[in-house]
Nanobody, 128 residues
Framework: QVQLVESGGGLVQAGGSLRLSCAAS????????MGWFRQAPGKEREFVAA????????SYADSVKGRFTTSRDKAKNTMYLQMNNLKPEDTAVYYC?????????????????????WGQGTQVTVSS
């Protein structure tokens, strides 16, 4: 089992910044990928960013590329999402997720079904 706890959401004005954190506990040794997804009211959950837990390679949705950066601190079992130049369209509940037991295999990090564990979500609201 892996438990994920998110923090850092809040209300900001357009152009502002927030940093989200996702702290993992439990069987953290099994984590191979971690990702961020978001869901706005009435819309499907969408991919935001992902990171390879060991190699630190990252991927981003086109809508956030150049504005968001994800990183990890393995010693703290924590993943971060630095969000800069926020736009009203970024308003959503943000979820972190962990995928386990993918060592040595290729996995589609942009797909929600690739992840086994999910955080509770944290609200990000960007006002215009």
């Amino acid at each position: 089992q892996v438990q994920l706890v998110e923090s850092g959401g809040g209300l900001v004005q357009a152009g502002g910044s927030l940093r989200l954190s996702c702290a993992a506990s439990g069987r953290t040794f099994s984590i191979d990928i971690m990702g961020w997804f978001r869901q706005a009211p009435g819309k499907e959950r969408e991919f935001v960013a992902a990171i390879n837990w060991s190699g630190s390679s990252t991927s981003y949705a086109d809508s956030v590329k150049g504005r968001f950066t994800t990183s990890r601190d393995k010693a703290k079992n924590t993943m971060y999402l630095q969000m800069n130049n926020l736009k009203p369209e970024d308003t959503a509940v943000y979820y972190c997720a962990a995928g386990i037991n993918y060592s040595g295999r290729t996995v589609s990090t942009t797909l929600a079904r690739s992840y086994n564990y999910w955080g509770q979500g944290t609200q990000v609201t960007v006002s215009s």
